[in-house]
């Protein structure tokens, strides 16, 4: 049994809520006297120092290479259009490629807004701007827009474990604070639910049954129009035969 089809005004919501909260932890990191997160970064930073291994810092630099750069930013978001088209979800990739491109875009706004100083024991070079965190972001951007498209448990569960490994691989190479992956991760997911609020239907087809058309409202949005294909069948069922 198929999920109920998210509403617009549901998903402008969630996007929206994520969003606000990905702004408040960046005021508290950055424009807080002292930082309020200051001993909680501090705090992660010093563990994963303290619990580095080699298995972990090559699965942390492949993660890296993954997640940043011309591959992140180009090759992976057109490996995922492309897909969607050969699968005929043409519209699933417009929405993929408009979701890839706002998440992009807005991280790297809040990199200039908070202009925060990344940890200085990083063991990779990285651009400016340690908050939000852009390969956690895209990593987020990327679950979202595939469980959107195909929303199945094990989609959700793999598209949630995919956002932790990034986070913890940017820690583990001290290249970002752990808020600063919190909100990357929450930028990441509301840029695709709010392109996805202004997309409804292209990106939300997979929750509907492959034989279901679109259902048109009335101007209330709680029934069926008149002229809805729903309506019209209701119609034909409750007329008597002609005798």
């Known amino acids: 049994m198929r ?3 998210p509403s617009r005004r549901s998903l402008l919501f969630a996007g929206s809520l994520l969003l606000a909260l990905a702004a408040v932890v960046g005021v508290l990191v950055v424009l807080v006297p002292e930082g309020a997160t200051d001993g909680l970064d501090l705090f992660w930073n010093d ?3 303290g619990v580095r291994q080699d298995w972990m810092l090559s699965g942390a630099y492949l993660l ?16 995922i ?12 990739a417009v929405f993929a490629a408009a979701a890839f491109a706002i998440s992009a875009g807005l991280t790297q706004l809040l990199k200039e807004i908070f202009a925060r100083a990344r940890p200085d024991d990083m063991l ?4 400016f701007g340690s908050f939000p965190s852009g390969h956690t972001a895209n990593a987020a951007t990327i679950a979202v827009v595939v469980w959107l498209v195909f929303p199945r448990v094990w989609v959700a569960i793999v598209g949630a474990l995919w956002v932790v490994a990034m986070a913890l691989s940017r820690t583990i190479l001290a290249v970002h604070w752990i808020t600063d992956t919190v909100g990357g991760a929450l930028v990441g997911a509301s840029a695709a639910l709010l392109v996805a609020a202004v997309l409804q239907y292209w990106a939300t087809i997979g929750w509907m049954a492959p034989s279901d058309p679109p259902v048109e409202t009335s101007p209330g949005g709680n029934f069926p129009s008149a002229s809805s294909p729903s309506a019209s069948r209701r119609r034909r069922a409750a007329d008597p035969p002609v005798s």
């Open 3 to 5: 999920p109920p089809t």
């Open 47 to 49: 563990l994963m120092a």
């Open 64 to 79: 890296n290479w993954i997640g940043g750069g011309w591959v992140a930013i180009l090759l992976v978001p057109l490996l």
């Open 81 to 92: 259009v492309l897909l969607l088209v050969l699968l005929r979800r043409w519209r699933a």
């Open 124 to 127: 990779v070079t990285s651009d």
